[in-house]
């Protein structure tokens, strides 16, 4: 069973926005910080953004434009994406890791748990 569903990926405009969702399950929610990262074609996966409670970190290319947010009673996590350009093409994950500090999470070498992912596209 998958422990992390991504979903609210799909096809915009530049200048457009979208809000991705992450709903995890089988897990303990609070005690996992939580992060998005991104993989466009031909390029490595990179991290976008992650929160634990009460502090979030960002990548700087998505800072101002993107807003990471987590409820734990619904035990989900979102990125809302304004501002989209061509270059946030990609393939966005969502990742659990449990315990970690925003530096270590953004590393991404030792994330307990993945999304299977979900597209963003944004056309010019």
């Known amino acids: 069973q998958e422990r992390l569903v991504e979903s609210g990926g799909g096809l915009v405009q530049a200048g457009g926005s979208l809000r991705l969702s992450c709903l995890a399950s089988?897990?303990?929610?609070?005690?996992?910080?939580m992060g998005w990262f991104r993989q466009a074609p031909g390029k490595e996966r990179e991290f976008v953004a992650a929160?634990?409670?009460?502090?979030?970190l960002y990548a700087d290319s998505v800072k101002g434009r993107f807003t990471i947010s987590r409820n734990s009673a619904k035990n989900t996590m979102w990125l809302q994406m304004n501002s989209l350009n061509p270059g946030d093409t990609a393939v966005y994950y969502c990742?659990?890791?449990?315990?970690?500090?925003?530096?270590?999470?953004?590393?991404?070498?030792?994330?307990?748990?993945w999304g299977q992912g979900t597209q963003v596209t944004v056309s010019s």
């Open positions: 929160i634990s409670w009460g502090t979030t």
């Open positions: 990742a659990a890791e449990r315990d970690a500090d925003l530096t270590t999470m953004r590393a991404a070498k030792s994330i307990d748990y």
């Open positions: 089988e897990l303990s929610f609070a005690v996992y910080t």
